[in-house]
């Protein structure tokens, strides 16, 4: 039993240490896309792989 315990325990914490990382990660980008995009459109929309829509001429 005590070790049924202990995989639950590992399962949400490696769940919780994941979800931090994914959400520090991600918000991290974002925010510098934002903030580079305020600066320098033509470059945040270089970096993101944004390319023009070249139908509407």
Not at 16 to 35: E, K
Not at 40 to 51: E, M, V
């Amino acid at each position: 039993m005590k070790f049924l315990g202990f995989l639950v325990f590992l399962v949400v914490a490696l769940m919780g240490f994941s979800m931090l990382a994914f959400l520090g990660l991600f918000v991290g980008y974002w925010l510098t896309l934002i903030g580079l995009e305020s600066i320098n459109p033509k470059l945040a929309h270089a970096l993101i792989g944004h390319k023009e829509d070249e139908t509407a001429e």
